[in-house]
């Protein structure tokens, strides 16, 4: 009986531990995405959306995530929210790289206690160094 609990409390310390290197993961990811957004706006050839995204998928380390979502996009440097297409903003313009992702944990079931699969977004803005 003391080894059952003792095993959940280890799974449950191992299951944390993977929600931390995801969510360090996923900031490293948008992070990276981004630098290469500021830089990619006047580069020749031009860096697109989907190579932005193939960035961010590389940063994740074969991690199997579900319902990945990468938005590009020109933002509000004060509110961070959407104002435009990532490629006409000017220079020192904000360029963000939002990511979310559906993440299951390795129980099947956690007995309603954490919600299945967990829901995580992370988000990278930068002044753009381009145009």
Same mark, same amino acid.
């Given at each position: 009986?003391?080894?059952?609990?003792?095993? #959940?409390? #280890?799974? /449950?310390?191992?299951?944390? /531990?993977?929600?931390?290197?995801?969510?360090?993961?996923?900031?490293?990811?948008?992070?990276? /995405?981004?630098?290469?957004?500021?830089? /990619?706006?006047?580069?020749?050839p031009p860096i697109t959306a989907q190579d932005i995204a193939d960035t961010v998928n590389g940063c994740l380390a074969g991690q199997s995530l579900q319902n990945v979502s990468i938005q590009v996009y020109q933002a509000d440097p004060v509110t961070g929210a959407n104002i435009g297409s990532w490629e006409l903003t000017p220079y020192g313009g904000a360029i963000a790289v939002r990511m979310d992702v559906d993440y299951a944990p390795i129980l099947p079931t956690t007995l309603g206690i954490v919600p299945n699969p967990l829901h995580f977004s992370a988000q990278s803005m930068m002044l753009s160094e381009a145009n």
């Open positions: 009986m003391v080894l059952s609990v003792l095993l #959940l409390i #280890l799974l /449950g310390i191992f299951e944390y /531990g993977r929600i931390v290197m995801l969510r360090q993961l996923m900031d490293n990811a948008v992070h990276e /995405g981004a630098r290469l957004a500021i830089v /990619g706006t006047a580069a020749q």
